[in-house]
């Protein structure tokens, strides 16, 4: 009786040091978005590709090449248990583009790590695919949602452990706790909408999720929340409709991008966190960790800069890449606050003094870093006399918290 009840303590031993570890069992997503992609093939860098750039909101679309490839190589050396990409893969949907980004993800997949899509607005059926060169551009083939399904099947879609048959949104299973809903709006007959067939659908997931004990967090391109003034395009139409549900069946967080802006969210107890473009300063992705009862969010730059001079490449740009693409940022900030203040301001010894100060406003907040400046009062009530759009969006900016955007804990 003595041997065999030291036996039986002996397996409850075992059995309680085998649930411990299964509860301590940490899962590590890395999250990037708004890629914005474009092959080589499908510019030459001229004249007309580098004015566009450089008039639009900052991407360092010269250096995307390099952005990306540096984001691999950071993904192999972490080795997470996943990697999730929340749409606009592509800068402009040409089929050229979404070929060259799926060669890309393949390496990822073959180390042994899934790589988890969606598609974004710039993705599918797009009017805008072009191949640029010189002075003009011609235009190119795009991509339908069919075809988007067929190329990208290796991510996320053909292993996921539930699809939805009304549209791209699916489940995907890290481990018997842990599930990611990835819900996509930019297909279907309805553009950025869900529909009832497919709310029915992830109800029943998300009743699913809860009857095994698993906890669900989500993913989309579009926005669930209201991020400061942005709405229109932005938000998920019936957004109300999928919060209801993510509220009722307690999803942990739905993370996602489109903005551009690194932003937090918090409304009636649900968070919401954007995702800043890969492709902008600072060039961040994300680190998420879960291990059960607590979810950690916290970003990181790519280091373009320490892979360049490790590759001994010619371009300074990209040997001080952080300092490059901060620049380039504030340059189109620049160009953005002049041509508005250069039709209404009248005291021309404002002119510098209001750029700036949109400039840096402009910056901290895109890269969910408004903690490290201060407010300035004064040059915001100039803004604010002027009655213009961003007169508007500098007020909207002012009345965030002075916080960093970029770490998130959630017991």
Request: aromatic share 10%; glycine share 6%; proline share 1%.
């Amino acid at each position: 009786e003595t041997a065999g009840q030291k036996t039986m303590q002996e397996t409850e031993q075992e059995a309680e040091t085998v649930t411990k570890a299964e509860a301590e069992e940490e899962i590590r997503l890395m999250v990037a978005s708004d890629l914005h992609y474009i092959s080589p093939e499908l510019t030459d860098h001229g004249h007309y590709f580098t004015a566009m750039i450089e008039s639009a909101d900052g991407k360092t679309m010269e250096y995307c090449e390099e952005v990306l490839d540096v984001f691999t190589i950071t993904v192999l050396q972490n080795k997470p248990d996943a990697v999730v990409l929340t749409g606009d893969l592509t800068f402009n949907g040409a089929k050229k583009s979404h070929e060259d980004l799926v060669k890309k993800l393949f390496a990822i997949e073959e180390a042994g790590i899934p790589v988890l899509v969606l598609s974004g607005n710039h993705d599918l059926n797009s009017r805008n695919a072009a191949n640029f060169v010189g002075d003009s551009y011609e235009r190119v083939e795009g991509i339908t949602e069919e075809e988007f399904m067929e190329m990208y099947g290796s991510f996320g879609f053909e292993e996921a452990y539930a699809k939805d048959k009304a549209s791209g949104c699916y489940i995907w299973e890290c481990s018997p706790k842990l599930r990611l809903l990835l819900l996509d709006v930019n297909g279907g007959e309805v553009y950025n909408s869900v529909s009832d067939e497919t709310l029915r659908w992830m109800e029943e997931e998300l009743q699913d999720a809860k009857e095994a004990g698993a906890a669900v967090i989500a993913f989309s391109h579009q926005n669930l929340l209201r991020h400061s003034m942005f709405t229109d395009g932005y938000i998920i139409k019936n957004a109300a409709h999928v919060l209801r549900l993510y509220k009722e069946y307690g999803v942990v967080a739905n993370f996602s991008g489109h903005l551009h802006i690194q932003h937090i969210e918090q409304k009636d107890g649900f968070t919401e966190v954007t995702t800043s473009s890969l492709q902008i300063a600072p060039t961040q992705y994300a680190d998420i960790t879960w291990d059960g009862e607590r979810l950690e969010y916290q970003t990181a730059s790519v280091d373009v800069a320490g892979w360049a001079r490790k590759q001994n490449v010619a371009s300074n740009n990209l040997k001080s890449f952080d300092e490059y693409a901060k620049k380039f940022f504030c340059q189109t900030a620049y160009w953005q606050a002049y041509e508005t203040l250069i039709y209404c301001l009248e005291d021309e010894t404002m002119l510098e003094p209001l750029i700036r100060y949109y400039m840096e406003q402009n910056y901290a907040y895109f890269s969910g870093r408004l903690d490290l400046i201060e407010q300035e009062e004064d040059l915001l009530e100039e803004w604010r006399n002027l009655g213009v759009r961003t007169s508007v969006y500098l007020d909207s900016i002012a009345r965030e918290e002075r916080v960093s955007q970029n770490h998130l804990v959630i017991e």
